[in-house]
C-alpha cells in the first residue's frame, strides 16, 4: 500500500466526448491522494459519473491521459443502485469478485464472513437481495467493493436513492469503515451537506462539460458523528461549499 | 383455502354441467354414435380401446419429448452462440424467423418426402418448438443489467464467465418462459406432422389413430384419443409450469409468493 499522501492516481486534461457528440468532460485534471476522501460534487449530468468510470477503467478518455504513478490500484465501485445478483443470496454476491479472480476457496470463505460482518449483515448471509431493505442491499454492495481490499474505493452517488435516515447511519458506517481501513475513496454526490460531512477534499465540478471549478478543503477532524452534523463548522463549510457551487452552476470562470 | 377451493371447483363444475348437457341432448334425440357419441360412450371407448390408446400415447408422447429436448438445446445454445459471436447472429436469425412464420402443414409432406417419417415427424415438432426457446433466451440475454456488466468488467471477467455467472442466470426467468411454450408446440408439432404422414401411412401415435378412426367413421374413439391428447398437453404445461416455479421460486418476482 502506498504511504498516505502520496499521490495514488492523476487525472490530466481528459475530456470525453460521446457518439452522440455530447462532451461528458473537457480539461479535467485531479491528483487524488493515499488514503484520502475525496467529494466530486456538482450538478446531475456534469460527467462526475463519466470521471469516475474512466478512472476505473470503464470508460475510455477520448482526450487527455489518467495517470497511476505507482501502478495500477486494486479497485472497488460502488454503483448508484445495490446493483446486487437476485439469484445469489449475500454471501454469494459479495464472493463474486473473489470467485471471477478464481482465488483460493477457503481464504474468500473467511474474507466474505470479515466483511460481511464488518458492514453489519452478518445474520443476512444467505438472504437474498429482494428480502432486504435499500440499505441493506446498499451495505452488501458495499461489502462486495471492499472483499477485495482494494486500496481505491470509488462511490458513484451511492446513498442518493434512500431516505434521510438510512442515509446519515450509512454515513457514519462508512466514515468508520474508511477510518478502519484507511483506504482512499472518491465519492461522487450532489448532495453538499453528504460532500462536506463526509470529505477531507471536495472537488465542485462545472456544469457540462465538467471542469474543476474549485477545490475547497474540510480540515475538520475525524472521527465526525452526528454532532458535526449540527456544529456551527459544519454550516459554515456548507455554506462555503453550496457559494462555490452555485457560482459554478452559473458558469462564472474561477 | 377457500379461495383455493373455488378456483379448482368452478372450472370442474362448469365441466361437469356441460358433460351433462352433452349427455342429456344425445339421449334425447338419439343422436347416433358417428355424428356426436355420447360422453359416456366415449368413456367407455377409452377405457375399451385402453391398450391401443395407450401404446399410441406413449409414441406420440416420446416424439414429443425429444423434440422437446432438441428444442431446449437447440433454442438454448443458438441463443447463447448468438450473444457470444454477433455475426452468427446477424447471418442465422433471418433464417430462424423464416422457419418460424411458415406453416408447418405446408412444410410437413415435403419434410415426409426427404426424410424416413419418424424423422420426418421429429423434425416438424422441433422446427415449431425451438423458436420461443431461441427468442426468448435470446432476449434474455441480451437484456442483461448494464451496471453488472459494467462490475463483471471491473473486475476482468473472461466471456465465459459472464456468460455462466451472470448471463445465463439472469436469462433464466425468459429461458423457462420459452420452456413452457416449447412444451406445448412439441406436442402440436408431433400431431400435426402425425396426421400429415397418415395418409402415407405407417403411423402408430395418436394423431395417426385419430385419423384412421375417422375415416372408419370410429367418432367415439376420435374423442377419445382427443381426450388423452388433450389430457397430454395439460400435464406437459403443469410439469413445465412446476419446474420453472421451482428454479425461480427463491428470487425472482413472478415466483414469489407476497404476503398482503
Known amino acids: 500500500m502506498n504511504p498516505p499522501g502520496t499521490k495514488i492516481v492523476s487525472l490530466r486534461n481528459v475530456g470525453k466526448t460521446f457518439e452522440s457528440g455530447t462532451v461528458a468532460l473537457d480539461g479535467l485534471s485531479l491528483d487524488v491522494h493515499a488514503g484520502e476522501f475525496v467529494s466530486l460534487l456538482g450538478p446531475s449530468g456534469c460527467g462526475k459519473s463519466t470521471a469516475l468510470r474512466i478512472i476505473a477503467g470503464l470508460s475510455v478518455p477520448s482526450a487527455g491521459a489518467v495517470e497511476w504513478p505507482f501502478g495500477d490500484s486494486k479497485i472497488g465501485f460502488v454503483f448508484q443502485e445495490p446493483t446486487l445478483m437476485p439469484w445469489a443470496d449475500v454471501a454469494a454476491n459479495v464472493r463474486l469478485p473473489l470467485k471471477l479472480a478464481h482465488g483460493d476457496e477457503a481464504q474468500a470463505q473467511i474474507a466474505v464472513r470479515q466483511v460481511i460482518a464488518r458492514v453489519g449483515l452478518a445474520e443476512f448471509a444467505q438472504s437474498y437481495p429482494r428480502e432486504l431493505s435499500g440499505g441493506m442491499k446498499m451495505r452488501t454492495s458495499i461489502a462486495r467493493a471492499l472483499v477485495t481490499e482494494p486500496q481505491l474505493l470509488l462511490m458513484d452517488e451511492p446513498f442518493a436513492a434512500l431516505d434521510e435516515i438510512t442515509r446519515f447511519k450509512l454515513n457514519n458506517d462508512l466514515l468508520r469503515l474508511w477510518q478502519d481501513l484507511r483506504r482512499t475513496v472518491i465519492f461522487v454526490t450532489h448532495s453538499v451537506f453528504e460532500s462536506v460531512y463526509l470529505s477531507q477534499r471536495i472537488v465542485v465540478m462545472t456544469p457540462r462539460p465538467g471542469r474543476v471549478f474549485a477545490e475547497i478543503a474540510i480540515p475538520a477532524p475525524c472521527p465526525r458523528d452526528e454532532r458535526f452534523r449540527t456544529s456551527a463548522e459544519y454550516a459554515g463549510y456548507c455554506r462555503q461549499v453550496a457559494e462555490a457551487l452555485s457560482k459554478a452552476m452559473a458558469g462564472g470562470g474561477t | ?260
Open chain 2, 1 to 260: 383455502m377457500n379461495e383455493r377451493w373455488r378456483r379448482v371447483a368452478s372450472p370442474l363444475l362448469t365441466l361437469a354441467v356441460l358433460l351433462l348437457i352433452w349427455e342429456a341432448i344425445v339421449r334425447f334425440y338419439t343422436v347416433p354414435s358417428y355424428v356426436l357419441p355420447a360422453p359416456s360412450l366415449v368413456l367407455t371407448t377409452l377405457v375399451a380401446d385402453a391398450g391401443l390408446l395407450w401404446s399410441s400415447l406413449l409414441v406420440t408422447l416420446s416424439i414429443t419429448f425429444e423434440a422437446f429436448v432438441l428444442a431446449a438445446l437447440g433454442g438454448v445454445g443458438l441463443a447463447v452462440a448468438f450473444s457470444l459471436w454477433r455475426p452468427i447472429e446477424r447471418s442465422l436469425y433471418p433464417f430462424a424467423v423464416i422457419l418460424q412464420v411458415t406453416p408447418i402443414v405446408a412444410i410437413a409432406p415435403l419434410l415426409l418426402i426427404y426424410l424416413p417419417q419418424p424423422l420426418a415427424v421429429l423434425a416438424c415438432a422441433w422446427i415449431v418448438a425451438f423458436f420461443p426457446v431461441l427468442a426468448n433466451t435470446t432476449l434474455g440475454l441480451s437484456s442483461v443489467d448494464h451496471n453488472l456488466l459494467a462490475l463483471f468488467d471491473l473486475y476482468k471477467a473472461s466471456r465465459w464467465q459472464v456468460l455462466w455467472n451472470l448471463k445465463l442466470p439472469s436469462a433464466l426467468p425468459q429461458m423457462l418462459a420459452g420452456l413452457r411454450i416449447a412444451g406445448g408446440l412439441s406436442l402440436i408439432g408431433a400431431v400435426v406432422a402425425e396426421i400429415a404422414a397418415g395418409s402415407a401411412g405407417a403411423g402408430s401415435g395418436l394423431a395417426y389413430r385419430i385419423a384412421e378412426s375417422g375415416y372408419r367413421l370410429n367418432i367415439p374413439r376420435m374423442f377419445a384419443a382427443l381426450l388423452l391428447l388433450s389430457a397430454a398437453g395439460v400435464a406437459i404445461f403443469f410439469a413445465l409450469s412446476a419446474l420453472s416455479h421451482l428454479a425461480l421460486r427463491r428470487w425472482h418476482e413472478s415466483a414469489v409468493r407476497r404476503e398482503r
